[in-house]
C-alpha cells in the first residue's frame, strides 16, 4: 500500500500495489502530478520523500562482502560491523524512477 500526499492534491491518495513497479511508474497509473526528466536516475528531478508507515522497523543482516566493502569505504564503523542485526529503515529521499514498489506500505510526500 502507497499513500500519496502533495500538497496540490486535495486529500491523501492510497493505492494497493503491485510489486516490481517502480513508483514513477505508480504516478503515472494515477496519474500524480511529477518532475521526471530523464526517468533513468540521472538528473534527480523525481526526488521523493520515503516515510515508512510499519510501526516497527524490520530487521535485517547483511553479508560478509557488503561488511568489507561498507567498512572499507567508512560507511560502516568497526563497532558496527559486529552487529548482526540491523533495522532496516529506507533513506529519507528516493528516486521516483529508482525506488521499486514492495509489498512494504510506504508514504510519498512530494
Ligand atoms: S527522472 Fe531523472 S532521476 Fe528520476
Redesign the pocket.
Given at each position: 500500500m502507497v499513500t500519496f500526499l502533495t500538497p496540490p492534491m486535495q486529500d491523501k491518495l492510497v493505492v494497493e500495489t503491485s510489486p516490481g513497479f517502480s513508483l514513477?511508474e505508480l504516478m503515472d497509473r494515477y496519474d500524480l502530478p511529477k518532475r521526471?526528466?530523464?526517468?533513468?536516475?540521472?538528473?534527480?528531478?523525481?526526488?521523493v520523500k520515503i516515510v515508512p508507515m510499519r510501526r516497527k522497523p524490520k530487521w535485517i543482516s547483511i553479508g560478509r562482502l557488503e561488511r568489507i566493502q561498507f567498512i572499507r569505504d567508512g560507511k560502516l564503523s568497526k563497532a558496527e560491523s559486529e552487529q548482526l542485526m540491523f533495522k532496516d529503515i529506507p533513506p529519507r529521499w528516493r528516486?521516483?524512477?529508482?525506488y521499486i514498489v514492495s509489498d512494504e506500505p510506504i508514504m510519498v510526500v512530494f
Open positions: 514513477l521526471c526528466v530523464c526517468g533513468e536516475g540521472k538528473c534527480g528531478a523525481c526526488a528516486l521516483a524512477c529508482q
